[in-house]
């Protein structure tokens, strides 16, 4: 993949600006330069590199470098996340390619890859972790229609409003501070512009009464490694006894089983493959630093306070599972975004 590297584009594609100022980068051979500071942000195997390697988002990087090929759709042989990336955008793949489009958190690369097969339009993507190298890697195919850099979703190289349609699947349960990510994204979204979240819910007062609430003021804190490893030596017996509540009609309790709910898994893959999907998804609940799940109401309001207007909230269903879905579309600012 070749990034590219410009500070303006006469077709008026977005460039890259330092994150801080919104100052127009130019390229050099150590990195990209800002020229009222001369703060260079280097460019590591064609990705230029926004923030500091090591962060809170450490587990996904340990996750996604490690599954890096699971959940793609052409490895899985499944159309999962297709399904799910257009379910959850309400988007049409044909209407897609003209659009300035931004993907904050793309983790692997599952709904990069997606939009680049089924659109002819470029994309623009970050991750606040070193999964931007299992991106690029899964994504290579694609070239120059992939702009992908590592940065954080509180601090990205874009000038504001520049683009058509904002994605963030996945993401925002875990940052550290939900409100401002919402901000953020809002800014970097033109007037009329589309913005799509998804996120964990608040389902009631028992949402946190789940093993992976439970177990991860430890498990976050265990090495990487070894809490693979133990998911790893444990997967197999936690499997059945997942499976054998189920089948009691007990699944209710499944919830303090210290695994996925392997209910919702794709439709479709063999044996071996939903017994790594499963390992990675348990990792995935029990690893990261933070998981803040968010009542509807209160994600509608932060968009509603950030100048938008929210055109859907809700549960939206698809063949593997389901989601919890805010659009909103960009208006004339009526609030000062940046106010508490």
């Not at 051979?29 to 390697?53: D, H």
């Not at 493959?273 to 348990?282: F, K, S, Y």
Request: glycine fraction near 6%; hydrophobic fraction near 40%; charge should be positive.
């Amino acid at each position: 993949m070749t990034v590219a590297m410009h500070t303006a584009h006469k077709n008026d594609e977005p460039y890259y600006v330092n994150p801080k100022l919104q100052t127009p980068l130019w390229p050099t051979a150590q990195g990209l330069v800002c020229p009222e500071t001369g703060s260079i942000f280097k460019i590591v195997n064609g990705v230029p590199r926004f923030c500091n390697q090591n962060n809170y988002s450490d587990s996904f990087a340990f996750q996604w470098n490690n599954f890096r090929l699971t959940q793609l759709d052409l490895h899985a042989h499944v159309k999962q996340s297709e399904e799910r990336f257009y379910a959850e955008t309400g988007w049409k793949s044909a209407e897609l390619g003209k659009d300035k489009v931004l993907e904050v958190g793309s983790g692997a690369g599952r709904f990069t890859e997606v939009f680049l097969r089924t659109t002819t339009g470029d994309l623009h993507s970050i991750d606040y972790s070193s999964a931007v190298e299992a991106n690029r890697l899964n994504n290579l195919n694609y070239g120059r229609r992939l702009k992908l850099c590592q940065a954080s979703i509180y601090e990205i190289p874009y000038p504001d409003g520049q683009f058509d349609k904002v994605f963030c699947l996945g993401v925002l349960q875990h940052t550290p501070a939900f409100k401002d990510a919402i901000r953020s994204l809002v800014r970097k979204t033109r007037i009329g512009g589309e913005i799509v979240v998804d996120f964990y819910p608040i389902k009631g007062w028992y949402t946190k009464i789940h093993a992976k609430y439970l177990l991860r003021p430890i498990t976050k804190r265990l090495p990487k490694f070894l809490l693979l490893r133990l998911i790893r030596w444990n997967i197999a017996w936690l499997s059945v006894v997942f499976e054998l509540l189920c089948a009691l009609r007990l699944g209710l309790l499944t919830r303090f089983l210290p695994i996925t709910d392997l209910r919702n898994l794709p439709v479709g893959l063999s044996q071996n493959q939903r017994h790594e999907w499963a390992i990675l998804d348990t990792f995935d609940g029990l690893s990261p630093e933070f998981d803040n799940p968010q009542r509807v109401r209160d994600v509608i309001q932060m968009f509603n306070l950030s100048g938008c207007e929210v055109s859907y909230a809700g549960v939206i269903d698809y063949t593997s599972g389901t989601a919890m879905v805010v659009r909103a579309i960009r208006r004339e600012i009526l609030r000062n975004i940046d106010t508490n």
